[in-house]
């Protein structure tokens, strides 16, 4: 397994900026343990076109499941895991060990309430720790905070961490780049939206480049369109798309 990039020395522009603020705000103040729908919410699937009820993520993390084909007795590591919705949900349908990092203390907080055998850390995706590895390694509705140097310095990172796949969910699709963002726009309104996302600039990929980075090594790799039900950022064809790096 090779590791391209330690993520030390450079990339860190993609934290430089407000969005790292914003997650930094989240948090769970409450004594009971955040239900799946409080971690959901604090995950930011709260509002305008990004809403997400409980159910739909039950048969999204429900589809994952079924189509990484998991089973009890995996390891499952998340970048970018906030306060762990994906894994909770994941570990209600299988007996998985769950990890992950994030940069946002109150989300990992909040994980480490809901996942208590968790193994969380508060961390920049760039300065991932190879070791453990994990089975499989996942990343959802993260890689639009990163630039495109970033993002491959954690893919890097990812490859190396995971013994069995890396699978990046969630990404959006530049070609569909005007429509996704009509769509959040018209979904709070103009002037929610103008305020709410002022210096927020989201990261659109096109599809080849995650083939392109990875072309090595001679692992299957898939491309899919998003599968969140009722989703409005998935409801256009192929408006975000899943990438799925197959590795044994
Ligand atoms: C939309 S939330 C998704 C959380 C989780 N993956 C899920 O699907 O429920 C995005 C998360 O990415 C985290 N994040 C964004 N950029 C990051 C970075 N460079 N390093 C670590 N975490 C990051 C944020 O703190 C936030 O928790």
Redesign the pocket.
């Known amino acids: 397994m090779r590791i391209i990039g330690s993520g030390k020395t450079s990339g860190k522009e993609?934290?430089k900026n407000k969005?790292?603020e914003v997650?930094k705000r989240r948090s769970w103040n409450q004594s009971a343990a955040p239900r799946l729908q409080d971690?959901?919410q604090l995950?930011?699937?709260d509002s305008g076109a990004g809403v997400i009820p409980v159910g739909d993520w039950r048969d999204y993390t429900a589809s994952i499941g079924k189509k990484l084909k998991l089973e009890d007795g995996m390891s499952i590591f998340?970048?970018?895991?906030?306060?762990g919705?994906?894994l909770y949900s994941l570990s209600k349908q299988f007996d998985i060990q769950a990890g992950g990092?994030?940069?946002?203390k109150g989300?990992i907080e909040a994980a480490r309430i809901a996942l208590p055998t968790g193994n969380f850390e508060v961390?920049?995706?760039?300065d991932l720790d190879v070791e453990p590895q994990y089975d499989l390694v996942i990343?959802?509705?993260?890689f639009h905070?990163?630039s495109l140097n970033?993002a491959k310095q954690v893919i890097d990172l990812m490859l190396a961490k995971a013994r069995s796949k890396v699978v990046i969910l969630e990404i959006p699709d530049i070609d569909y780049r005007e429509q996704l963002e009509l769509l959040r726009r018209d979904a709070l309104g103009v002037e929610e939206y103008e305020e709410k996302y002022a210096g927020l600039p989201h990261t659109y990929y096109p599809r080849e480049w995650f083939l392109n980075q990875l072309a090595r090594d001679g692992c299957g790799d898939q491309i899919v369109n998003g599968f969140i039900p009722n989703y409005a950022l998935c409801g256009m064809k192929a408006t975000s798309s899943k990438y799925m790096r197959l590795m044994k």
Not at 78 to 83: D, F, L, N, Q, R
């Open positions: 993609a934290v969005w790292q997650w971690l959901i995950d930011g699937y998340e970048v970018g895991c906030g306060s919705a994906l990092v994030d940069y946002a989300l961390r920049e995706a760039c990343a959802n509705s993260v905070y990163f970033y």
